[in-house]
């Protein structure tokens, strides 16, 4: 411990070679005006939860009544050590040298917990020595605990180097009595900064998993989906036609509405039409529009899809499956921006942006001389792939979550939840029908039940899923790592240790990446017990 200067005398209710003042003592037997001392709290109080405002009127406040020329209030991080969050006298870049402060008397304080007076610096044979005090000739150092239900949140440390300035045992009394007063405000202001710093992360968090677009109708948090959702912010504010292709079931509609309603033609119509679903004769006329009398029953003109989708977006769904002179005909549109009505006799121009979609290989039938290559060049400006639920698994609970959710809307019945095993077959199921088919299944189980969803719910081919081979029960394995309904924590945590992932837990890279420093990511990390890899610790240390 530290002594006090040759030749002072100790306070009584300090220990003699420890210059420690007993911190239980009762405010009213300060010697200094009562009123005054509530006055400095109720300034503090006043300034409500801004912690940037509290800890600089309480730091002005206790140099001003002290009489010192500098201070500093030490902030206790979540990995134990103290951080300089507010200076008085002392600028932030000096801070980080090791002869701004007595930085031994503030680690001793944050240690013990216990008040520090010190007379006279140079006299002190503990303290005379230290850079700290011979660089900056300091005379007189307070130094006091800040502490709520016995836990250390942080250290006023207060100096000076004038002659005649010299502290006392009332000024550490009073010292310690305001540490105690602020100490709750203090840490509740911190609480609040905390949850409000955590909030803004996991917003980018969940802001950079959902991408610059909201696409809050497709779920989907597997890689392959967050490779399309950034596919998809590239293609979707440029105009060109875009080509989606994914198996039967996949959401290829809800990818088209997604591009439209979030790029330049939003305010404009978004028509769709299946190819597959109409003759060709009649698909003609749908799509073009006729004149009156162009064929029996056209008893006045009509104005098809691209007319009333001028402006706008038209989703051509099942492009595959239009026969050749259908495919020569939306060449031509596609080639000169107009389109002739059936059996009329002028052109009408046309502005429409064109998304197709297929679940058949168009590269393919190309080949066997089945889709006219030139079209196919018009229509595949830029490709989208939809990856087929079987290839995104972990995606499933999300899912299953997200139409539990929906079909509980609007009713009087609370949204149903289903446990581990049911959800396990769910995962195991290769689901052939994908997104749709799930939904259905979903909807069954609304329907036809109530209730924790159980695995003999299910129906008889997804409950048997976890009986197949080997290579399919270790797919189930994704229910442990992703809940169907997770806490904001674990988005974070799920967000934060992805993020370290790719960037090859690189703490700068992945902290420049989430929008926040190295040292809030480093808590975040220990909070969570993520675990990241000794090698990358060690290198990360080196490099402070």
Known sequence: MFSYGAGERTPDDAEVKGKIVDPDFDAIALSR???????????????????????????????????????????????????????????????????????????????????????????????????????????????????????????????????????????????????????????????????????RVLQRALDDLRTKYSYDQIVGMSPPMQEMFRVLDKVTPTQFPVLIHGESGTGKELVAKAIHFNGPRKSKAFIAENCAALPETLLESELFGHAKGSFTGADKDKKGLFELATGGTLFLDEVGDMGGEMQKALLRVLQEGEIRPVGGKTSVKVDVRIIAATHRRLDEMVKEGKFRQDLFYRLNVIAIAIPPLRERREDIPYLVHHFLERN?????????????????????????????????????????????????????????????????????????????????????????????????????????????????????????????????????????
């Open 408 to 544: 509980a809307k609007g009713t009087s019945q609370p949204e149903r939840r289903i446990d581990k095993e049911a959800m396990e077959a769910m995962c195991a199921y290769d689901w052939p029908g994908n997104i749709r088919e799930l939904e259905n299944e979903v909807k069954r189980l609304v329907a036809m039940g109530e209730g924790e969803i159980e695995r003999d719910q299910l129906s008889t081919l997804i409950r048997q899923a976890v009986k197949g081979p080997p290579r399919e029960r270790a797919r189930t394995r994704v229910t442990r790592r992703i809940a169907p309904k997770m806490t904001l924590d674990e988005i974070e945590k799920d967000a934060i240790a992805q993020s370290l992932k790719e960037n090859e837990f690189n703490l700068r890279k992945t902290a420049r990446v989430l929008g926040i420093d190295r040292m809030s990511l480093k808590r975040r990390i220990e909070k969570y017990g993520i675990p990241v890899p000794k090698r990358k610790k060690r290198e990360e240390e080196d490099n402070d």
């Open 33 to 199: 005006d009562g009123r005054a001392y509530m006055g400095m709290v109720s300034r503090v109080l006043d300034c409500g939860i801004d912690l940037d405002k509290i800890l600089e009127v309480a730091l002005q406040l206790m140099v001003d009544v002290a009489g010192a020329q500098r201070g500093v209030i030490f902030l206790k991080e979540p990995g134990g050590f103290l951080r300089p969050a507010c200076s008085i006298g002392v600028p932030d870049e000096e801070l980080e040298g090791k002869a701004a402060i007595s930085t031994t008397l503030v680690k001793e304080v944050g240690k013990s917990g216990k008040p520090v007076l010190v007379r006279n610096a140079s006299l002190d044979e503990s303290l005379k020595d230290q850079r700290s005090v011979i660089e900056l000739s300091l005379k007189s150092i307070l130094c006091a605990p800040v502490q709520l239900l016995g836990e250390l949140i942080g250290v006023f440390y207060l100096d000076s180097s004038a002659l005649e300035r010299e502290f006392t045992e009332e000024h550490l009394k009073l010292l310690i009595a305001f540490a105690k007063k602020v100490a709750s405000p203090l840490q509740a202001s911190r609480v609040n900064q905390w949850h409000a710093e955590e909030t």
